[in-house]
């Protein structure tokens, strides 16, 4: 089985920083992966897929990448609603997801 | 609109069983794979089964396999989790989610979620 392993599990920042959230699978996905973020007490919702595709309607300072088995999220410029939960999740006929990174206030 | 909306969450106790349904509407639903994500308490997401179209093909988590069935009805665009012998450790709020492409894809709608606890 594919295991995503996400860190940090807690970040710490401010409105304004540039933040990154990484993932890394235990073995080669093939750059199928998307990022989700999830506010409390709602669904997750899709930001990035393909690793690095920006979802329709998501703003442009969220970005994805890819360096080998190692997948990031990146936040350009932290705005008051970006304040959430972000899940990485590899997506095949087995979806897994990481453990999730809590995204609060420094 | 995209709408997928979650219904028969509840409270059972350890051992019973519940059924979960989600409504889908807003889109073809036929055409659309479809999945049961959770999420216990101040957890994070777990994904638990997946069913092509036609219900040809079916996958379940190793956590729910055996015990779960997931199952669609595409007449009336409903997607459904039969849920037995459940567990203190399956409470958590179940999201029916879209996966947006044929083969391997992301889930771009997701339902509210519908609370199942499981305490005696």
Known sequence: DIQMTQSPSTLSASVGDRVTITCRASQSISGWLAWYQQRPGKAPKLLIYKTSTLESGVP?????????????????????????????QHYNTYSTFGQGTKLEVK | EVQLVESGGGLVQPGG?????????????SSYSMHWVRQAPGKGLEWISHIRTSSSTIYYADSVKGRFTISRDNAQNSLYLQM???????????????????????????????????SS
Do not use: M, N
């Open chain 2, 84 to 118: 037995h012998s459940l567990r203190v450790k399956d409470t958590a709020i179940y999201y029916c989610a879209r996966q947006r492409g044929s083969a391997w894809s992301e889930f771009d709608y997701w339902g509210q979620g519908t609370l199942v606890t499981v």
């Open chain 1, 60 to 88: 442009s300072r969220f970005s994805g990448s890819q360096s080998g088995t190692e997948f990031t999220l990146t936040i350009s410029s932290l705005q008051p609603d970006d304040f959430a939960t972000y899940y990485c």
């Open chain 2, 17 to 29: 069983s519940l059924k979960l349904s989600c409504a889908a509407s807003g889109f073809t639903f």
